[in-house]
Structures are given as structure tokens and as C-alpha cells.
């Protein structure tokens, strides 16, 4: 009989109760092979006593064994550990200072080309300059709260916690439907809509289905880094177009349509993202044209739609597609806060039948009272509210952000103020560089983003998309502050010209 005083420890101060323990310790000395298959194990009165426990501790403790298959029990021999429990191999690690869990798996896995985005680093007391992120503080958590809460409550509230409709909420796409049509001149039925967990679903979804290994998609010569990340992981080919001021060039766009047999165009029509641009009216109808004539699809990512300062906000190209061409996505997740994971996939319904067969694969539906919630935030007239509300503050914070950068590193960046959106693309006059800024920055306690995220192949841009959304004035004085002061430090020489 092996030292079961020793072997055995229980804690009588632990939550879990002692027949638990000791059935695990069983288990332990088990796979360890201190007890072997076959071995006898003491009779309960006997091990109560080695131990001090309740005899009915031992007896309810190899109940358990029992019924897990660890040991059998044999009319009046007694109780032994099961004969064909095999001996559990452990491979040799180099690292035995660290758990095998914690290294590389035991299988191997595609370790394909993802998104890497380093998590922020977790420093107290700096500032970040983010890429173009709405203010959460701004967002109506508590309306929504209420809203979910009220769902809940009802009597009904049962029928949204089963398994639904992979398409999403219905309450939802009805909802978006009168929505999307009033607000963005679609002309849809609920029919045409496939409720997602974000925008970034809806690309998946896309492209899984657009692409096949060296299909053809237009980008524009810098753009959304996730965007491309995804086409690239189903097996597209990026081709690329310049952008300007107008957004991206159609003309660039008719040359590749001649020369390749092109699968779909990615745009952010309303913004172009990063550089923030706006298509221009002739090219977008361009663009629906030569979409119609070579047969590709639009995948139109309208994920700031909802903030334009200047004037009303241009209606995206789904509003004048004849022809079944544009696929578009857009979410709740810039206009509410992220946290909200409600997008939407918009097409011919052909189209959203497939993606919704293609998404149950993935994820069976969303949330559906989360949705449901989210209708009555639209029926009720809360998310206009609430855009109405943030886009004043956002149109101020934007003049105040863009007025400082002016006026504190005018000589050295270069940016048009931007008409909509969240974020200014600050281009960076080419004898600086932002590495140097960058770790002057964060001496200061500032850190900024990754300049190099939208440099390509072909292009380094020099340039950084600074947002402003989610600072308060206050703040934003400081983080231009400090962004001047590590350019000063950088480069002394600045603004002593004259
Ligand atoms: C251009 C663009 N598209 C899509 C997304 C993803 O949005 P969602 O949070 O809805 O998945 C983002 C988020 O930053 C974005 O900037």
C-alpha cells in the first residue's frame, strides 16, 4: 500500500468539497502511475482513518472514481484501479520550467498570413493617437441598457433566447430596411439583409465566397489594412489604384479591368480610408458602369457614413445600383461603440442567401435580443439622436484638432481638413521621418500609431491617419502639445526658419 498520509493532502479550508479532493488526487496518482492499473485500493473504513475523514467521504469519493471509469469495483475483492487505463505519455519539453500548455501545440496548425495587430501596450498615464475611433464615453449605454432590459423583461422575451434565424433578428432587418432606404436612398427589402456581427464579418463572409486562389480585387493603392489582410487570406490578388482627393481613380480602374479578369472592387466610398477622400460623383457613376460592363462586384464599406460635417452625407453607390452589383457593409460598431457587434451584409438576395449558409458554418446567429434591441434603438428614433448628438461635438472637435495641428506643426505636415469621418490623414513633409517623432513621443507620454500600417509594396506615404473623435478638447490640446514638443526635440531646427 502506498503512504497515503503522505500522498494525500487534503485542504479542509478549500471551497471544493473533500470527497472532490480526494477523488482528484485519485486521479493524480493514477496518471502518474504512483497507483497502477490493477492496483487495490484501501477499504473505506481503513482510509478514513489514515486520513481523518468521514468514512462517507472515501465511499461518496469512489462513487466518483467509479463513475468516471477510473476504477472498478470487484464483488468481494474489493475496489482496484481499472486494468485499461493506458499510461498517459508526456513528451519531453526543453523548457521544463514551463508548462507544456503554455509552448506550441502537439499538432501542427497553417500558420497563415492573419492580421497582427501588436496589442497596445499597457502604459498608465499616456495618451495614444488612435487611427479614427469614435468617444464611447459619448455612447448611449444606458439607452441601450434599458431598451435590452425592457426586451427581457417581457413575457416574450423567451423567444429570443432559442436558436433563430441565421439571418439575423427579423425585428432588426425589418427595421434597417426602412432605415437604410430612408437614410442612404437603398431601395431594399429585409429580404437583402443578413444581420453579422460587425462590418468585418460581412467582408469575410464576401470574399469568402467572391474569391478563389488568384481571383482579382481592385484596391486603392493605400487602404484598410483588414480589408486587405482578408482578401489576401482567401487567396485574392490585390491590385492597386492610386487615390487622390477624388477618392480612387477610375481610370486606373477601367486600364486593369482591360487587362484582368477582375473578381470585385473594395471601397470606402464615403471616406476613403485612410486618406479620407470622397469619391466623386463621376466616378462613382464610373465606377457602377464599368462594374456593370466587366462584371464585378462593389463591396462597399460605408463604415462612417454617419459622420459628414460639411453637408449632408453623399448617398453610396447601393443607392444607385441598377444592375445587382454592390455588395454593402456597415455596422453599428463606429456609430454606437464597438462593443456592439451588430453590422449588416446588403445584396441581391441570391448573395446574402449563400453568405447567411456560409456564416451558420461559422457562427450559428448573433444575439438575437442584443438585435432586437437594436431595432427599437432604430424605431424609436434613439440612433438618430444620438448621431445628431456626437456629430456636433465631433465637427468641433474636429476643427478644434485640425486648427492646432496647423497652427503648432504647419511647416512640417501637410493635410487637407477632413470633410466626414473620424480621422485626419496628416501627411509628413519628406526630410521627417515618424519613427524619430515616435520615440520622441513617447518620452513624452504620448504614443503613436503605426506609420507604416498603410505603406505598401510600392508606396511609403509618410504619412499618419491621427484620429480626433475621441478626445475632449482638453485632451486634445494635450496630445498636440505633446506630439509638438516630440517634434521639437526630434528637430530642433523646426519653425526657426525665419
Ligand atoms: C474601414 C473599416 N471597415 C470595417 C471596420 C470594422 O468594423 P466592425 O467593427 O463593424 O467590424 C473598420 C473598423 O475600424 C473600418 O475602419
Redesign the pocket.
Known amino acids: 500500500m502506498i503512504p497515503y498520509k503522505t500522498s494525500i493532502q487534503l485542504d479542509r479550508d478549500s471551497k471544493q468539497a473533500l470527497y472532490l479532493q480526494l477523488s482528484n488526487q485519485f486521479v493524480t496518482l493514477i496518471k502518474n502511475r504512483v497507483l497502477t492499473p490493477g492496483a487495490k485500493l484501501p477499504g473505506s473504513r481503513t482510509l478514513a482513518a489514515i486520513l481523518e475523514v468521514h468514512r462517507k467521504t472515501v465511499i461518496a469519493s469512489y462513487e466518483e472514481l467509479l463513475l468516471q471509469g477510473w476504477i472498478e469495483s470487484i464483488p468481494k475483492k474489493g475496489t482496484f484501479v481499472h486494468q485499461s487505463i493506458p499510461l498517459l505519455q508526456q513528451k519531453e519539453f526543453s523548457n521544463d520550467a514551463q508548462p507544456p500548455h503554455l509552448q506550441d501545440t502537439g499538432f501542427s496548425f497553417l500558420k497563415e498570413p492573419l492580421l497582427e495587430r501588436p496589442p497596445n501596450e499597457e502604459l498608465t498615464n499616456f495618451h495614444y493617437l488612435n487611427d479614427?475611433?469614435s468617444d464611447t464615453r459619448l455612447s448611449p449605454m444606458k439607452v441601450i441598457a434599458k431598451e435590452y432590459r425592457g426586451l427581457a423583461n417581457r413575457k416574450r422575451s423567451i423567444d429570443y433566447l432559442g436558436y433563430g434565424t441565421t439571418y439575423g433578428n427579423p425585428e432588426l432587418r425589418a427595421a434597417l430596411a426602412v432605415y437604410l432606404n430612408e437614410t442612404r436612398g437603398l431601395h431594399i427589402t429585409k429580404e437583402q439583409i443578413l444581420i453579422t456581427?460587425?462590418?468585418?464579418?460581412a467582408?469575410y463572409l464576401a470574399s469568402r465566397l467572391l474569391f478563389e486562389s488568384n481571383s482579382y480585387v481592385i484596391v486603392g493603392e493605400t487602404n484598410?489594412v483588414?480589408?486587405d489582410l482578408t482578401f489576401g487570406y482567401v487567396g485574392a490578388q490585390l491590385l492597386r489604384v492610386p487615390v487622390d482627393e477624388n477618392g480612387l481613380n477610375t481610370d486606373a480602374v477601367e486600364s486593369l479591368c482591360k487587362k484582368y479578369q477582375i473578381k470585385a472592387l473594395y471601397c470606402?466610398s464615403h471616406h476613403h480610408?485612410p486618406t479620407t477622400a470622397t469619391l466623386s460623383a463621376k466616378r462613382r457613376m464610373h465606377l457602377l458602369n464599368l462594374a456593370r460592363n466587366y462584371n464585378f462586384a462593389i463591396i462597399e464599406?460605408d463604415?462612417?457614413y454617419d459622420f459628414h460635417y460639411d453637408h449632408a452625407p453623399i448617398l453610396p453607390l447601393a443607392s444607385h445600383d441598377q444592375n445587382g452589383n454592390v455588395i454593402y457593409?456597415?455596422?453599428?460598431?463606429?456609430t454606437v461603440a464597438?462593443v456592439y457587434?451588430v453590422?449588416y451584409l446588403i445584396a441581391p438576395k441570391t448573395f446574402v442567401d449563400q453568405c447567411a449558409k456560409l456564416r451558420r458554418i461559422v457562427d450559428r446567429q448573433g444575439d438575437s435580443l442584443l438585435e432586437a434591441t437594436f431595432a427599437n434603438f432604430i424605431k424609436n428614433g434613439d440612433l438618430d439622436r444620438h448621431i445628431r448628438k456626437v456629430l456636433k461635438i465631433y465637427a468641433d472637435r474636429r476643427t478644434i484638432f485640425c486648427d492646432l495641428l496647423k497652427k503648432n506643426l504647419g511647416e512640417a505636415i501637410s493635410f487637407e481638413v477632413p470633410k466626414g469621418g473620424m480621422a485626419v490623414w496628416v501627411r509628413l513633409q519628406p526630410q521627417y521621418n515618424w519613427k524619430t517623432i515616435a520615440i520622441s513621443a513617447k518620452k513624452n507620454g504620448l504614443i503613436i500609431g503605426d506609420w507604416a500600417r498603410y505603406d505598401t509594396a510600392k508606396i511609403e506615404h509618410n504619412s499618419l491617419r491621427m484620429g480626433f473623435a475621441a478626445y475632449n478638447e482638453s485632451e486634445i490640446h494635450t496630445v498636440i502639445e505633446k506630439l509638438t514638443l516630440a517634434f521639437n526635440e526630434s528637430y530642433p531646427s523646426l519653425g526657426k526658419s525665419e
Not at 457593409?329 to 463606429?334: L, T
Open positions: 479614427g475611433v456581427r460587425g462590418s468585418q464579418m467582408l484598410y483588414a480589408a470606402t480610408h464599406d463604415y462612417d457593409v456597415g455596422s453599428v460598431c463606429k464597438p457587434r453590422g
